[in-house]
């Protein structure tokens, strides 16, 4: 079995934004309220859920791009959130990230061949023309003409654009990549195309992802693991075969349901969902999901749930799972 590459710990990132006039009053987001999972070398580990609960974040959080509020954050065992500058800058190395928008995160007056190679030489990895000839090495492993590093970031297409986002993330030669909604900006086609090229860099560059999505289908193509997030926290972990086929929380079964089937024929039970996604501002008491869910119980408003290892592949954190319940009686697809 694969050795665990990175590990998150009670990770919790709250921010604090003034709202109202004219007396604005201070209130706090909870983003990520306390996540932990772990990845492993050479697997991609997905991570699902709505718009706003807090994927981003997390993915921003875990490189300290975004500084955490407490929590762990151990890659090859060495401590990320405790790392001074010099340690850091050692493991900026072998932790990249590759954004959603791959326009905003490139310098539009920058050619990509200096914004491909501004990573070796900060790094002093590599100069001049030995750093032309890893760029341009670059640039055909993700499928683009060589002349493409002495063009500006305008003068592509958004997939071309996200293998530039790819390049770049793959210049320092990685371990683990942070992939935060790499696909979600393209058409499906292109979607397609890039999963493809991922794929295909995983297995050549022994690479780990912490892939970032809203879009089950495209997690479960590409990920071997996943988490469900909800409004900040960790519902559901596991295997992806075993998660799609018998999904454990309510919320993870309607995420699936919610996901089309590639079979006119398949038939389908959907699980009745009424209201919107809380504010993270302010959730809920109890469970987080309890004003949505169509099994929540007393319990559920007051209470929130503790975690429950199922087994050595799967936890989930739910009321059904207390001791004394049975668990779930969902339809199966």
Not at 18 to 24: D, L, S, T, Y
Not at 56 to 61: A, I, P, Q, W
Not at 117 to 130: S, T
Not at 161 to 183: H, K, M, N, S, Y
């Amino acid at each position: 079995m694969a050795d665990t590459l990175l590990r998150i710990e009670n990770i919790k990132k709250f921010f604090h934004v003034k709202r109202g006039f004219p007396v604005p009053e201070t209130v706090t987001v909870r983003a990520v309220d306390g996540v932990s999972f772990e990845v492993k070398r050479g697997r991609a580990f997905g991570v699902v859920g709505e718009s706003g609960c807090g994927k981003s974040t997390l993915g921003r959080s875990l490189l300290r791009l975004i500084e955490p509020d407490s929590g762990s954050v151990t890659f090859d065992g060495q401590d990320v959130l405790g790392a001074n500058p010099s340690k850091i800058r050692a493991l900026r190395q072998r932790m990249q990230i590759i954004f959603q928008d791959p326009y905003s995160s490139l310098n539009p007056r920058k050619r990509i061949g200096a914004a491909l190679a501004e990573p070796l030489l900060v790094q002093g990895l590599a100069y001049k023309r030995k750093a032309h000839e890893r760029v341009l090495k670059l640039l055909d492993e993700v499928g683009l003409h060589s002349d493409a590093a002495d063009r500006f970031p305008h003068e592509f297409s958004g997939g071309q654009r996200q293998r530039i986002g790819i390049a770049r993330a793959l210049t320092v030669g990685p371990e683990l990549i942070v992939a935060d909604e790499p696909v979600s900006a393209l058409d499906v086609s292109i979607q397609a195309q890039i999963l493809l090229l991922l794929r295909e860099l995983q297995k050549s560059h022994n690479l780990s992802f912490v892939f970032i999505s809203h879009d089950l289908g495209v997690v479960r193509f590409f990920c071997q693991d996943m988490a469900v997030m909800y409004l900040g926290r960790i519902v559901e972990t596991g295997p992806i075969p075993r998660i799609f086929e018998d999904p454990l929380h309510p919320y993870t079964h309607i995420l699936r349901d919610a996901s089309p089937m590639p079979d006119p024929n398949q038939s389908k039970k959907f699980i009745h969902v009424d209201g919107e996604v809380p504010s993270a501002v302010n959730p809920p008491n109890g469970c987080h999901f309890h004003p949505r869910c169509p099994y929540a119980a007393d319990i559920c408003k007051k209470v929130s749930p503790d975690w429950h290892q199922v087994d050595t592949e799967r936890g989930v954190a739910c009321h059904l799972f207390d001791t004394g319940n049975t668990g779930h009686d969902y339809p199966k697809r």
